[in-house]
């Protein structure tokens, strides 16, 4: 198919508040939102549900009216567009194919509307086919949506959408529906055909797994705000908040005491240990609460350190947190450790457990960080 330039999607000071009904409170669904979208970027709204994804989405497709806020398609102000004139296609959860008309004619009927509404019959059938090779459906063109599986149904839904040729292609949750292999399956196939297109997409969902493996970047809202905006790989090694460290992985936090700045780094205390931390929040601020965030990659296991003075010896300074296995999760390329703490159960994973050392259940254990990987944040 041919590909059209990209654009860009920009919102400003976005907000949407839903007026009460029925003598219920208004509802901010959005608000004050500012992001841009780059030309040909996959961007991800991830957050809990109700956070104000699914309205975000809406907005930008024009099926919902901002309350105040501009948004932007390229250069053009869209704000106040009908959907039919912005240049957007969205893909539902739910496939919505029409059960009496075959593969084609579903595909096609995109067609019918719009700049396309005209098309020669030859050159909507030549149209047909280019998309559905696109989505990898070319044998299926004379099936009944019925006689298809939920993944080629949602592949017929994208086809659909992307016939008229979108600047913008909004999918909200559309692999919900699928079970996890195929979901898999089809998250890889729509960034491929994203990227072959060089399409600018804006995708929602509270899938912190599918954020991650299809996005350039990924927004994480919470109670329609805007919590941080990164690549998969900022935010979850560099997450700004608590909230954010934990939607999008596994997560240790450790309350520290004594924070204090120094020559561009943290000193802090985690009960009898000094730490130094390189990787920090910006909103820190010296003597408030905070914790040490640890992924489960970022801990070790080892033998019970009994006396200060013996770990004062191990690693000065690395800082140890005392505790007793409770469960070991085989998983073939890791073991994930469930180990009792007085912070609570923390995960330890250990990659390579073939050639690595595992606790039994009951066994007595510190955990030590890897300082380079852990990250204070405000407590
Ligand atoms: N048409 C509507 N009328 C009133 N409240 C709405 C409407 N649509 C959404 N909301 C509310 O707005 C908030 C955000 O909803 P939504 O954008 O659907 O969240 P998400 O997609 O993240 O689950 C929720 O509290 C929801 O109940
Ligand atoms: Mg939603």
Redesign the pocket.
């Known amino acids: 198919m041919p590909t059209k330039k990209s654009v860009s999607v920009t919102l400003e000071g976005v907000s949407k508040v839903?007026k009460n009904t029925k003598g219920r409170p208004d509802?901010v669904?959005v608000h004050a939102s500012d992001f841009t979208v780059n030309p040909g970027e996959l961007v991800t709204l991830l957050?809990p549900?109700?956070?104000?994804?699914?309205?975000?989405l809406r907005m930008i497709a024009g099926f919902e009216l901002p309350s105040s806020g501009k948004i932007r398609i390229g250069t053009e102000d869209v704000t106040m567009l009908p959907p039919n004139a912005r240049d957007t296609a969205t893909v539902f959860q739910s496939y919505g194919l029409f059960p009496h008309l075959t593969v084609g004619e579903n595909v096609a009927y995109g067609l019918n509307y719009g700049k396309n509404g005209k098309l020669p019959k030859i050159a909507i059938a030549q149209k047909v086919r280019e998309t559905l090779a696109l989505v990898g459906l070319s044998e299926l063109h004379d099936r009944a949506p019925g006689q298809l599986s939920g993944g080629q149904q949602q592949r017929v839904a994208l086809a659909r959408s992307l016939i008229v040729e979108p600047s913008v292609l909004l999918l909200d949750e559309p692999l919900s529906n699928l079970d996890a292999l195929l979901r898999e399956q089809m998250r890889i196939e729509i960034r491929r055909i994203q990227k072959r297109l060089g399409i600018t997409a804006v995708y929602?969902t509270h899938d912190r797994v599918e954020a991650m493996s299809l996005s350039d970047r990924v927004i994480i809202?919470r109670n329609?705000e805007i919590q941080q905006i990164g690549s998969p790989q900022t935010i979850y090694e560099d997450p700004d908040s608590q909230f954010v460290a934990s939607f999008v992985g596994k997560v240790a936090f450790f309350p520290v005491e004594g924070l204090e700045k120094q020559d561009g780094a943290w000193n802090c205390r985690l009960g009898a240990r000094n730490l130094r931390v390189h990787r920090f929040a910006s909103d820190l601020e010296a003597g408030k609460p905070a914790v040490i965030m640890a992924r489960p990659e970022s801990l070790r296991l080892i033998e019970k350190i009994e006396k200060v003075e013996k770990k004062e010896k191990a690693e000065p300074g690395s800082g140890y947190v005392d505790g007793t296995v409770h469960m070991n999760v085989y998983l073939g390329h890791s073991v994930e450790t469930f180990v009792e703490t007085v912070y609570g159960e923390v995960l330890v994973q250990i990659d390579d457990p073939v050639s690595k050392r595992l606790f039994p259940e009951g066994a007595a254990v510190s955990i030590d960080f890897n300082l380079d990987r852990i990250r204070l944040l405000r407590g």
């Open positions: 839903f509802v669904a957050g549900s109700g956070c104000g994804k699914t309205t975000t929602v809202m329609g």
